[in-house]
């Protein structure tokens, strides 16, 4: 898939400044593309019928981004092509005085969603890695002394492992865990700020704290590729998406959601001899009531 190419499992260094924030190298066609999206939707409702039947694994689609990438639309369009009995997004918001008072993990294990469906995070535990680090929220945060004394960088670097065994012990347990950042480029985050700005529709969208935040855009791509590199794994990898054309961006995405559906479907259940007979028995005493 084309996807692929955008694949990082660890096997090699995600430098995020040589990669891609369009389309262009890969000669689009956008009809094409937008036809494709069409169909893998399609594919998509009925991979996630035989994943509920099975009921055996569940999915966690983790998008990650700076504002304006495109997340929000991205969960909209392509997550749409899903049944929403299946799935469960959570935004991942600052966290709440009760959440401040547990670990970082907690507000995320009760995110989690029943095996056989799916989950999606809009932001997630990596913004404990990001804005907490590019801001040195830990230190605001109510730990014992003892957890910082090591200084900053082995703070995070512990919870980098933190995070590896998190997700390791997640595809144990019969998850999987994909982890989407959409790469758009600061040209193309001011131009949709700017659009936040001067159309009525979109004024709502527009936050101040987004422009803040847009002052470490260079400072949050040097942090997000240490995440990337740090927590790719071949079991839970990363896709470092182009995402300054966004038909181009929820294309791959929907590549990405057909693709994991398919490694873990999985036949609808078979049913045992005696089950079939039994709904063998079922359909002659409904025949017979005509
Ligand atoms: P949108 O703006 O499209 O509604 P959003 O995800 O940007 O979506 P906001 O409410 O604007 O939602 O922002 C959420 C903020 O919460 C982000 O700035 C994010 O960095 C912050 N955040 C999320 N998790 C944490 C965390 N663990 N600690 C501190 N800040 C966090
Ligand atoms: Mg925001």
Same mark, same amino acid.
């Given at each position: 898939?084309? /996807?692929?190419? *955008?694949?990082?499992?660890?096997?090699?260094?995600? #430098?995020?400044?040589? !990669?891609?924030?369009?389309? =262009?190298?890969?000669?689009?066609? =956008?009809?094409?593309?937008? @036809?494709?999206?069409?169909?893998?939707?399609?594919?998509?409702?009925? !991979?996630?019928? @035989?994943?509920? @039947?099975?009921?055996?694994?569940?999915?966690?689609? $983790?998008?990650? /981004?700076?504002?304006? /990438?495109?997340? #929000?639309?991205?969960?909209? +369009? $392509?997550?749409?092509?899903l049944n929403p009995q299946g799935?469960? $997004?959570?935004?991942?918001?600052?966290?709440?005085?009760?959440? !401040?008072?547990?670990?970082?993990?907690?507000?995320? +294990?009760?995110?989690?969603?029943?095996?056989?469906?799916? @989950?999606?995070?809009?932001?997630?535990?990596y913004e404990d890695v990001l804005v907490v680090q590019l801001h040195d929220l830990q230190k605001t945060y109510k730990m014992p002394p003892r957890t910082l004394e090591e200084g900053k960088k082995a703070f995070f670097k512990k919870r980098y492992r933190q995070i590896r065994h998190y997700e390791e012990y997640l595809y144990d347990n019969g998850y999987r865990v994909v982890k989407i950042f959409l790469h758009v480029s600061k040209e193309e985050q001011r131009k949709r700020f700017l659009a936040r700005i001067d159309n009525p529709a979109k004024n %709502? =969208?527009?936050?101040?704290?987004? $422009?803040?935040?847009?002052? +470490?855009?260079?400072?949050?791509m040097d942090i997000f590729e240490t995440v990337i590199n740090e927590t790719a794994s071949e079991e839970?990898? %990363?896709?470092?998406?182009?995402?300054?054309?966004? %038909? *181009?961006?929820? *294309?791959?995405?929907?590549?990405i959601v057909v693709d994991t559906l398919r490694q873990c479907c999985h036949e609808y259940p078979r049913l045992r001899d005696e089950a079939r007979a039994e709904l063998q028995d079922c359909r002659t005493r409904l025949e017979a009531e005509e």
């Open positions: 898939m084309k /996807a692929d190419r *955008y694949r990082f499992d660890g096997s090699r260094r995600c #430098d995020l400044r040589e !990669l891609p924030c369009d389309g =262009k190298q890969d000669n689009l066609d =956008k009809e094409q593309i937008l @036809a494709k999206t069409a169909r893998n939707l399609q594919e998509m409702a009925s !991979l996630q019928d @035989a994943l509920y @039947a099975d009921g055996r694994e569940g999915l966690i689609f $983790v998008l990650q /981004a700076l504002d304006a /990438a495109g997340k #929000d639309s991205t969960v909209k +369009h $392509v997550m749409g092509g799935v469960l $997004v959570t935004s991942f918001k600052q966290p709440n005085s009760e959440e !401040l008072s547990h670990d970082y993990l907690w507000r995320v +294990h009760k995110a989690l969603p029943p095996r056989g469906s799916i @989950a999606i995070f809009n932001r997630s535990y %709502w =969208k527009f936050s101040l704290s987004d $422009v803040k935040e847009r002052a +470490h855009f260079d400072e949050y839970s990898p %990363w896709f470092v998406l182009p995402a300054d054309q966004k %038909w *181009y961006t929820r *294309y791959l995405v929907s590549e």
